[in-house]
């Protein structure tokens, strides 16, 4: 399987949402349907626990969503990486409570399509900085926050490969999709 990590973030980089420019209902007929075929390829959604408890208390309470995407993650199988849940009390969830970074090597060699982690910040750099990430999707919101986490850890190692463009697209919102993928290192040296 490949492992994604799908973000929202504003424009200098802010993942962590510390004002309130990101409302998951108030998004245009594009981006939801670009949202959800994105969604399609999605086997597993890795979450780390404050986003999981963060989306267990929303979404399953969203009976009157037309979007799609409260049946979906009430379907999706979902785990949460934690040390102090001991149950999730969500419909096809399970915890993982041991070293994040193995779980998701052990997916990588999974049959399946994709793992998205989305939010999960911690958990999602501690991917970012063990290599172990395929894909990083971002979508970015015309607003500056000027504080909190970023998409990737501050103390990245410069070295890290160079990005290539996969694809992307504006929305008549003004939200920039975007989404790369790691270059090989022996490409990024030449």
Same mark, same amino acid.
């Given at each position: 399987? *490949?492992?994604? @990590?799908? +973000? %929202?973030?504003?424009?200098?980089?802010?993942?962590?949402?510390?004002?309130?420019?990101?409302?998951?209902?108030? +998004?245009?007929?594009?981006?939801?349907?670009?949202?959800?075929?994105?969604?399609? %390829?999605?086997?597993?959604?890795?979450?780390?626990? +404050?986003? =999981?408890?963060? =989306?267990?208390?929303?979404?399953?309470?969203?009976?009157?969503?037309?979007?799609?995407? $409260?049946?979906?993650? %009430?379907? @999706?199988?979902?785990?949460?990486?934690?040390?102090?849940?001991?149950?999730?009390?969500?419909? %096809?969830?399970? @915890?993982?409570?041991?070293?994040?970074?193995?779980?998701?090597? $052990?997916? *990588?060699?999974?049959?399946?399509?994709?793992?998205?982690?989305?939010?999960? @910040?911690?958990? $999602?750099?501690?991917?970012?900085?063990?290599?172990?990430?395929?894909?990083?999707?971002?979508?970015?919101?015309?607003?500056?926050?000027?504080?909190?986490?970023? =998409? =990737?850890?501050?103390?990245?190692?410069?070295?890290?490969?160079?990005?290539?463009?996969?694809?992307?697209?504006?929305?008549?919102?003004?939200?920039?999709?975007?989404?790369?993928?790691? +270059?090989?290192?022996?490409?990024?040296?030449?």
């Amino acid at each position: 399987m *490949r492992i994604i @990590i799908t +973000q %929202n973030m504003t424009l200098d980089g802010r993942v962590e949402m510390l004002d309130d420019w990101f409302d998951p209902q108030a +998004q245009d007929e594009e981006l939801s349907a670009e949202l959800m075929r994105q969604s399609a %390829n999605e086997d597993v959604l890795l979450l780390g626990r +404050q986003t =999981f408890e963060d =989306f267990r208390g929303y979404w399953p309470l969203q009976t009157d969503d037309v979007t799609g995407v $409260a049946d979906h993650l %009430n379907r @999706i199988d979902k785990r949460v990486v934690s040390t102090t849940l001991t149950e999730p009390d969500w419909e %096809n969830s399970s @915890i993982i409570d041991g070293d994040p970074v193995d779980a998701v090597a $052990a997916l *990588r060699e999974e049959p399946g399509r994709d793992v998205i982690v989305t939010g999960s @910040i911690t958990l $999602a750099h501690a991917l970012i900085t063990a290599e172990v990430v395929d894909e990083y999707r971002m979508f970015t919101y015309p607003v500056w926050q000027g504080r909190g986490r970023g =998409f =990737f850890p501050d103390d990245t190692d410069v070295t890290h490969p160079r990005l290539q463009l996969l694809d992307s697209k504006s929305f008549v919102s003004s939200i920039v999709y975007s989404a790369y993928s790691p +270059q090989a290192r022996s490409d990024s040296r030449t």
